[in-house]
């Protein structure tokens, strides 16, 4: 017994010193490469480092020696970043014992103890062949397994087992989907702000996808394993080399400066690293501006490179038979399903047939591609496109004829920017190529959101996604020459970074390029309006009372007609989505089409005097009532109590719900709470009616803080018998499953804050997010009187945070400060709320001076 604990003591202390000795070269190999920013050499010797510790528990434990011990993945392939799992493959001859299974969980156990974290699978030969056949992913982890312990025969029986069962035209098929699939996931674009280093399209990913496909079918699995079969020139190879060092610097930086697995160039590591890799900032861009762009310029190589390889490989797989070759024109032909320029040196000869090339593209549906040859070409011939170039009105008409085609545009676009011929027709775009935009809610570079903007229009011209936005689909449909609006998306942000008001600046580009391009005086003001008034609407609908007949009669009078109307509308909506999947919804859908329908009237001749409009939406409330079967006469009592603001300000359904919820009880003595589904789609809806009282709005405010709940609108009335009538539009609805989980829970507990009068709980100090953290918003207050000094303008500007509304309120209330109306707006993560208000407090000057004081207080994070 003794000498069985001493071995246990022992061994104890052999793995505890291993441990120890692991930590120690870690912080080692780390202190080195801060001197030497040698990123490959850390991979590999934080390989050999995890090697030599895996054998010795491995001898350590003494498991039988019929046992084969793998490394697989990238810890095979001999890349180990710092916080990267360790995968390895413990292989059976035959299904594992009780006692061995025993034997294996404690090898696991004792490497998890040591602080490896372990990726780990015990499989049979047969089991790994059974499951690669029916996962790619397993069989792509198997090729690079490499053997650190145990029998080598079993292991070789394991090489042949897996070359046997490689389908290498299965393999390379399921591949190139899995990418297509992953790119899909980043919007097909490396230009993310915050990219992913190793999935994004550009990304280290892309790189290793060759390099598998390329071992799997014995072409090479090197670049100059490549380059000497031909796939790549020898150049390519050198580029391609360079930036995957690039990327693997950057990520083992990366991993170094989060303390963990992290592989998103985060805004909270960009500025570091920069400064790390000797950037400094410049009068007009920050450090972590130069290194993303570096990083960009690097990304959008490795997307062409991994094209061309992609299908050069794809030939030697698939060879292309006779059959399946087709000539197109004289310049061009069908390869499979690929578009093959006749000549090498065709865009070297005959410029023209640079733009021409991706009118081909649109024109024949079954090309999916170019041939490697061709964007070769293209990417040589790039800077034939000079000034004399687009002089020329042969290209200006194919530039035009590009936009009007009823297929591929955005595909062709997109094509044209990668290999920077897009930028170079449009000196203007070259200059936003991968330029960062610093804000709260835009999450691509100003290139890459102006190309999801015109996907987004072109999706309103496709039946199949006519079911997403039915409205914008039939404007489309009816909108004549459509095309115009990819003219004015293009322009919209091309003028950002160059100082100034980018939309005015942008207006005179986008004048010039129709000028140039033979557009009617017309369209050209047309797109001209479009690019100069492209914010327009969006800060009309979501900062101004859209219930107010002169906000709808200025807007209208500068949209000024229906096709300028419809077609803003229509930018608009393109505009927003195009910023980030996060800043769209259904109540800034809901807005948006509320201004356009009410100009849409007014601008058809409609009146919106304010007695003939009453009139109207008050027989619209009872039309709706008789569908509930109440009568004509049931709302009489309430809505005595109601003046006019109150029926400007809400539309005929609030108004039919207030009363069916009220017309029983105008004078309820315990307060009113209902909530519904959002009529707008998303959230909730939730109104409270409940004798006036002090610090009402600031307790309400508190109550939906505290549950995890966001105002996106709030409308503010007081009835003549002294009653306050309001109603929230409620968004981010908490952990619930559901929305319709929390409307009885807001119905009973904001009733009982509200008849309890709770008192107010202390401000919430919400957590900032990252992206305010990197960019903050310098807080703005500004207080302007209304012509008769009886109500303010209150306008809020903050970087936006949970709790946010409730701090405003208990400013406003302990100065006691009424409010009436709030327009809440939320773009991204900055607020923009407009409130008006009212107190004597606002009418003496060194009040107004130290309650704005004590606001921009409560506004800073």
């Known amino acids: 017994m003794l000498s069985s604990a001493a071995t246990l003591a022992d061994a104890g202390s052999a793995f505890a010193r291993l441990k120890a000795s692991i930590q120690a070269e870690r912080a080692a190999l780390q202190a080195r490469f801060r001197e030497s920013a040698d990123g490959s050499a850390v991979l590999r010797e934080h390989c050999r480092l995890i090697d030599r510790t895996l ?25 180990l970043y710092p916080h990267s799992d360790i995968d390895v493959l413990i292989l059976l001859k035959d299904p594992a014992s009780s006692e061995l299974a025993a034997k294996i969980e404690d090898l696991v156990g004792r490497l998890w103890d040591m602080g490896l974290e372990l990726g780990h699978s015990v499989r049979t030969v047969a089991e790994c062949v059974e499951e690669a056949a029916k996962d790619v992913t397993v069989m792509t982890s198997l090729l690079e397994a490499r053997l650190l312990a145990g029998s080598r025969e079993l292991f070789a029986g394991f090489v042949r087992a897996r070359s046997e069962c490689t389908d290498t035209q299965a393999f390379f098929k399921a591949k190139r989907f899995e990418q297509e699939q992953r790119h899909i996931k980043f919007q097909d674009s490396p230009y993310s702000l915050e990219p992913n280093l ?109 094209t061309i390889l992609l299908q050069n490989i794809g030939a030697e797989i698939f060879p292309v038979r006779t059959s399946d070759a087709e000539v197109i024109n004289d310049k061009f032909s069908r390869l499979g399903e690929l578009l093959d320029a006749h000549r090498a040196d065709l865009f070297e000869r005959d410029p023209a047939a640079i733009l021409e090339s991706f009118l081909v593209m649109q024109q024949h549906s079954e090309l999916k591609g170019m041939t490697a040859k061709t964007l070769r070409a293209l990417w040589r011939a ?225 009146k919106l005097e304010a007695d003939q409009y009453i009139q109207s939406k008050q027989s619209e409330v009872k039309r709706l009532l008789r569908l509930y079967e109440l009568s004509d006469t049931v709302q009489d009592a309430l809505w005595r109590n109601f003046d006019v603001p109150y029926f400007l300000r809400y539309d005929a359904q609030e108004i039919a719900w207030h009363t069916r919820m009220l017309h029983s009880r105008p004078s309820a003595e315990q307060p009113v709470v209902k909530a519904r589904l959002s009529p707008a789609g998303e959230g909730l809806q939730a109104m409270i009616y409940v004798r006036d009282q002090r610090d009402l709005f600031a307790r309400i405010c508190g109550y939906f803080g505290s549950v995890g709940l966001s105002i996106v609108d709030a409308k503010i009335y007081t009835t003549r018998h002294g009653y306050a009538l309001d109603t929230f539009q409620l968004m981010d609805v908490g952990n619930e499953p559901h929305p319709r989980d929390m409307i009885s829970k807001i119905e009973d507990e904001l009733t009982g804050w509200l008849a309890n009068q709770v008192p107010l709980p202390p401000p919430i100090r919400g957590r900032v997010s990252r992206r305010v953290k990197h960019f903050p918003i310098t807080p703005e207050v500004r207080i302007v009187p209304d012509e008769k000094g009886q109500y303010y303008s209150l306008s809020i500007t903050a970087g936006d945070r949970t709790g946010l509304l409730y701090a405003i309120a208990l400013v406003l209330s302990r100065y006691g400060v009424s409010l009436h109306t709030a327009k809440i707006v939320t773009l991204g993560e900055r607020a923009e709320d407009v409130l008006v208000v009212s107190g004597a407090a606002l009418s003496n000057p060194k009040t107004v001076l130290q309650f704005e004081t004590d606001l921009l207080a409560a506004l800073h994070p």
């Open 382 to 606: 790039r800077e034939r496109i000079d000034a004399a170039y687009r002089r020329d009105p042969r290209n200006r008409a194919a530039f035009l004829s590009l936009l009007q085609q009823p297929r591929g545009i955005v595909h062709e676009l997109r094509r044209m920017n990668q290999y920077g011929i897009l930028g170079r027709y449009l000196p203007a775009f070259r200059r936003i190529v991968g330029q960062m935009q610093h804000d709260l809610f835009h999450v691509y570079t100003v290139d890459q959101h102006i190309l999801a903007v015109v996907r987004n229009l072109r999706r309103f011209t496709m039946l199949e996604f006519s079911h997403e936005y039915p409205l914008c689909s039939r404007l489309m449909a009816g909108l004549e020459r459509h095309w115009l609006l990819y003219v004015a998306a293009i322009f919209h942000d091309i003028a950002k970074g160059r100082g100034g008001d980018h939309s005015q600046l942008g207006k005179v580009d986008a004048r010039r390029f129709c000028r140039e391009h033979g557009l009617s005086s017309d369209d050209t003001d047309l797109v001209a309006f479009l690019v100069e008034h492209h914010l327009t609407m969006s800060s009309v609908a979501q900062k101004q009372d859209l219930f107010d007949p002169e906000v709808i009669r200025r807007f209208a009078d500068i949209v000024g007609t229906e096709r300028r109307l419809v077609a803003l509308y229509l930018l608009t909506v393109a505009d927003i989505r195009g910023t980030s999947p996060k800043v769209w919804n259904a109540w800034k859908s809901k807005l948006l089409e509320d201004l356009f329908q009410a100009t849409t009237h007014m601008l058809k001749g409609g």
């Open 198 to 306: 190793k999935e994004a399209p550009g990304g280290l990913r892309d790189l290793q996808v060759v390099l598998w496909i390329g071992r799997a079918t014995g072409l090479g699995n090197t670049w100059p394993q490549l380059a000497r079969r031909g796939l790549i020139t020898a150049e390519e190879a050198r580029q391609v080399h360079r930036h995957h060092r690039l990327l693997q610097n950057l990520r083992v930086r990366l991993h170094y400066a989060a303390g963990r697995r992290e592989d998103r160039l985060l805004f909270d590591f960009q500025e570091s690293l920069a400064h790390d890799l000797g950037y400094s900032a410049t009068a007009h861009r920050r450090a972590g501006e130069q290194l993303m762009q570096a990083y960009f310029r690097a990304a959008k190589a490795i997307t062409q490179l991994n």
């Open 55 to 79: 054998k010795d528990v491995w001898r350590q434990l003494q498991l039988p020696a019929s046992l084969a011990f793998l490394a697989v993945g990238g810890y095979g392939r001999g890349e």
